[in-house]
Nanobody, 123 residues
Framework: QVQLVESGGGLVQAGGSLRLSCAAS????????VAWFRQARGKEREFITA????????YYVDSVKGRFTVSRDNAKNTVYLQMNSLKPEDTAVYFCAVTINSDYLSPSNYDSWGQGTQVTVSS
């Protein structure tokens, strides 16, 4: 089973940027599609973006489209989430997860999750 570790979270002012990383070990990340979810306090975990195994296809929810960019480096076994123009409503714990399923939206379709990294955007 693959183990995932997120990093790169922190406190940033509105309009700022952060780059999250999701590093995998145990199995090659190229086996999986990878998604980022986030969970704000008191809310359900929300899908925000996914990237296919090859990296050729990406998917975004409307709320982050044009601001967030997901990418992967299979040679480094790492997926990245570049977050620009951050807003206070982006404040959440961000998780990466892997799946071999083609339905990216449901958290139940994911095989492994990281522990999450906190992103806080101040106004």
């Amino acid at each position: 089973q693959v183990q995932l570790v997120e990093s790169g979270g922190g406190l940033v002012q509105a309009g700022g940027s952060l780059r999250l990383s999701c590093a995998a070990s145990g199995r090659t990340l190229a086996t999986y599609a990878v998604a980022w979810f986030r969970q704000a306090r008191g809310k359900e975990r929300e899908f925000i973006t996914a990237i296919s195994r090859s990296g050729l296809r990406t998917y975004y929810v409307d709320s982050v489209k044009g601001r967030f960019t997901v990418s992967r480096d299979n040679a480094k076994n790492t997926v990245y989430l570049q977050m620009n123009s951050l807003k206070p409503e982006d404040t959440a714990v961000y998780f990466c997860a892997v799946t071999i399923n083609s339905d990216y939206l449901s958290p139940s379709n994911y095989d492994s999750w990281g522990q999450g990294t906190q992103v806080t955007v101040s106004s």
